[in-house]
């Protein structure tokens, strides 16, 4: 049985922050979709979402092994998502990595966010953790703060693994 919710602790400039990043269910997935629409641009897949296709997403997502999505909240205010899923048994594979709160961004929020996610991967299975990012996608440099490097690129995306 998994556990539906994990706190982390991050401090920015003396300020201490509680990161809660908790599985997601039915009633999340409106943020989901509306974070996703608004940096479509970022993703490989731009069409903006419809709440028909959003919910068609999440029966889909729920009789998934092995794919899990995290809503990520600070003081319960939701600022972003996680997603996780292990792919061909060999690698988990991140997923739609959005911080959607801009008063989130520049303090570790969504580090400390990424580290809570790491962890629970690596408590289910110890698997190379990867992601495929577009290479114009403004977290790719992000990524790399974050201990991902390149396994692989091409004209258009990199797959990134997380160096342990």
């Avoid at 706190?7 to 039915?26: E, G, M, P, R, T």
């Avoid at 409106?30 to 996703?36: A, G, P, R, S």
Wanted: charged residues 15%.
């Amino acid at each position: 049985m998994l556990t539906p919710i994990y706190f982390n602790h991050v401090s920015h400039d003396s300020v201490s922050y509680v990161v809660k990043a908790s599985l997601i269910n039915v009633n999340d997935i409106h943020y989901l979709m509306e974070w996703k629409n608004q940096y479509s641009s970022s993703f490989f897949d731009t069409r903006q979402l419809t709440a028909s296709m959003q919910r068609k997403w999440y029966v889909a997502y729920s009789q998934r092994q092995n794919d899990y999505m995290f809503i990520l909240s600070l003081a319960e205010t939701p600022f972003g998502c996680i997603g996780c899923r292990i792919v061909k048994d060999q690698e988990w594979n991140l997923y739609n990595v959005i911080n959607a709160l801009p008063s989130t961004r520049g303090k570790g929020i969504m580090s400390s966010s990424l580290d809570v996610v790491v962890q629970f991967c690596r408590d289910l299975r110890n698997l190379p953790i990867t992601l495929v990012v577009l290479n114009d996608n403004p977290a790719l440099q992000w990524y790399f703060s974050n201990n991902f490097s390149v396994v692989d690129s091409n004209e258009f995306s990199t797959k990134l693994i997380l160096d342990f």
